[in-house]
């Protein structure tokens, strides 16, 4: 009843085309918007914002990376958390070794470098696919973790193989307190996230949609694979690379190429398959999921005064059925589950 | 979203309100699940009845210790926001523990900025023992560099003299990580100045299989292989090099393989295997107390009984004792019996004075090197002892602590920290 389009009507192609046709959706991304940008820095205490909200924004843009990769490509890929790595490192060795460079045209360029390393280890998938391209996007993740320890120039020569991070710097405005860097996070994640709604929607998009439900067809209406494909991989490694450089200057400081292990790149993977494959929307609930879940079982646990050693694997066990039962109850992900919620809020309270 | 929120919210108020504050408070990145939970229950175990027993004392001069826990997986991110929800809580957090060389790093600027301080004992940046750069980090007792310094002089005396290990051959296998990579430095300004020849061989992690390197080890005939590894990649390095032939006796490990968790799961492979340690293995007064006071009454922080004592705990032990000793001393400068702030207890570790006799008054007598700590130093010995197992139980090596060419570490550590401080942009000096 609260949820329905009548009356609403579409009189030019600009009203058809747009993202959300819905006025309430409208309405409803603008408050949500309102609610990050304003009311949130304005009540949050610091903890959410470096324990919570940030890390959040940030595995929420790699899940969307990947998401263009494996949701809208169909390409499998384990190589998310070595593109963040090369994001990284080269943000920082950007920074370090062109004194002065603005630090978004170091995040920029950290996220260019990671989509230079996805097309080179995209090259496989012209010729592989599936499970099969998965395990060659392996090489990238033990390559580029290999390469980060082996060649001291990437880490400035530091004896250990560690990088901290400089000082996020904007026209003379260092974002150092949590809030700051909240902002510049959700400003940059909020930014990427509407080019990538948009481009999915484009002929890019289409392109990437046709090669993953077949690419032969794909190949016969005219769509050259080699271009979509590369592409795919260079967009989706230069979302990680951003990413990874803000999991590195705004969350973690201190960095070293372990953080970006296969253990990262398959908690991607997962937030991607439990959010949604091919949504936007679920590239942000798989990262809330994965994220977050953990962080409330834990607080719970806690709550609940159980000995820590009963709590800490009592969270393991919840953790674990709650994504089965996710999966069983929607295996196409949580934001598949909200489409449906949307379809029946829109007949509620009468039902066919 | 909204309602889970106020739903943390509201645990988070219940969590804190079951605290009485006026107690110095403490939080524990522990980690009892997942690859290395054996290691975090045993340490944290350790840690937790030590304060336990503080507090059975009557705490420190009246002052009782109090502690949460978060479970942190030894996982960076998850490390973090532990430390973020605990830091504030009860009053503020006195100091933090991470055990975990990821979250360290993760927490490594965020410490300076909360004025809270930190200790890694046996891990983490080597360079941080310069107070001047990193006043809040505290690497006590012995860091990776003079562990490697060390290293090199049990080989030399095992070799019959310094001056003997000219020509000899010395197998560095480690892990393929900042973490094995970290005494690179060390060992190579080392076989510089006693000329000995290094072989760097890199095992990937985890490590389950080492067939090759120990191949290249039978190959290369070496005198000595130190083992830089941690986890599985230990228990199965020492069973690949008793399959390959290669005597256990000419192989050092460093002091993350060197506890049950390593030696226990390897077999009659581990047998007579050697490796470093910054705590002497044996039975203390300080363990029979809290085998009495603590597991008599029920309240033991471990299931197993046994486990009391291992390499693990004991590190755990030595950690709580540090902790609270650095407690005592501040509580003398900044008055007895009032709960301190993170940077006052930061003053009392950085004033730290541990000696025979303070270690004798409370039972833990040559558990662990006397330590002094300055500004200029906060590791406070760099002394550590090679340590064997026997089949059953590790048993001490050498009788006194010995230490490697700490002027060549100090060197070392200077360049590293200089460099840290002008990337970062900080004025080394130090702290009140």
Sequence with gaps: MLYREAGQFKSSYEADGQIFPLRQDRLGIALLLVLAFVAIPQFASAYYFSAILIPFLIFSLAALGLNILTGYAGQLSLGSAAFMAVGAFSAYNFILRIPGIPLLLAFVLGGLSAALVGIAFGLPSLRIRGFYLAASTLATQFFVVWALTKIQWFTNYSSSGVITAQKMEMFGYEFSSPASKYLLVLAIVSVMALLAKNMVRSNVGRSWMAVRDMDVAAEVIGIRLMRTKLLAFAVSSFYCGVAGALYAFAYLGTVEPEAYSLDLSFRILFMVIIGGLGSILGSFLGAAFIVLLPVFLNVFAHALSLPTSVASNLELMVFGALIIFFLIVEPHGLARLWQIAKEKLRLWPFPH | ?432
């Design chain 2, 1 to 432: 979203m909204k309602c889970i929120k106020s739903l943390l919210v509201a645990a988070s108020l219940l969590a804190a309100t079951s605290f009485v504050w006026a107690d110095q408070y403490v939080p524990l990145l522990s980690y009892r699940v997942g690859p290395y939970g054996s290691n975090g229950a045993s340490f944290f175990g350790g840690l937790i009845d030590y304060m336990n027993l503080t507090n059975l004392n009557g705490g420190i001069n009246g002052v009782k210790l109090s502690w949460e826990e978060c479970e942190t997986e030894y996982n960076a991110s998850r490390g973090v926001e532990c430390y973020e929800r605990l830091k504030s809580k009860n009053g503020g957090a006195s100091l933090v523990e991470p055990l975990s060389t990821g979250i360290a790093y993760g927490i490594l600027d965020r410490v300076g900025t909360d004025k809270i301080p930190m200790t890694t004992l046996g891990y983490g940046r080597s360079d941080a023992a310069n107070g001047k750069v990193f006043p809040y980090v505290f690497p006590l007792l012995s860091t990776y560099w003079n562990q490697a310094g060390a290293m090199v002089v049990y080989l030399g005396e095992k070799s019959g003299g310094m001056d003997k290990l000219k020509g000899k051959k010395i197998v560095h296998l480690y892990h393929d990580s900042a973490y094995g990579k970290e005494p690179l430095p060390v060992l190579e300004a080392e076989a510089a100045k006693y000329g000995f020849e290094l072989i760097k061989i890199p095992v990937a992690p985890p490590g389950n299989d080492q067939q090759s390197q120990w191949l290249q080890i039978r190959q290369a005939n070496p005198d000595y292989v130190i083992m830089w590894t941690f986890g599985v990649m230990s228990a199965v390095g020492l069973k690949t090099a008793q399959r390959n032939g290669f005597p256990r006796e000419k192989i050092i490990g460093v002091w993350w393989a060197g506890s049950e968790e390593d030696t226990e799961p390897a077999g009659d492979a581990a047998k007579g295997y050697a490796a470093m340690s910054f705590t002497t293995p044996g039975n203390y007064p300080v363990l029979d107390d809290i085998r009495k006071k603590i597991y008599g009454q029920g309240k033991g922080n471990l299931k197993e009984l046994d486990r009391v004592g291992n390499v693990m705990y004991m590190r755990g032990v030595t950690s709580a004792v540090l902790m609270v000793e650095a407690m005592r001393v501040a509580q003398n400068k900044y008055g007895k019996g009032k709960p301190l702030t993170g940077e006052q207890v930061r003053w009392g570790f950085e004033n730290l004075n541990v000696d025979v006799a303070r270690q004798k008054a409370l039972g833990v007598f040559d558990m662990f090197p006397p330590i002094k700590t300055s500004c200029d130093d906060h590791e406070g010995s760099g002394a550590v002892k090679v340590v064997q197992w026997d089949g059953k139980q590790w048993v001490a090596l050498s009788k006194t602590w010995i230490t490697g060419d700490k002027a060549l570490v100090r060197k070392l550590l200077e360049e590293s920290s200089a460099k840290y401080a002008a990337e970062k942009g900080i004025t080394p000096g130090c702290l009140k």
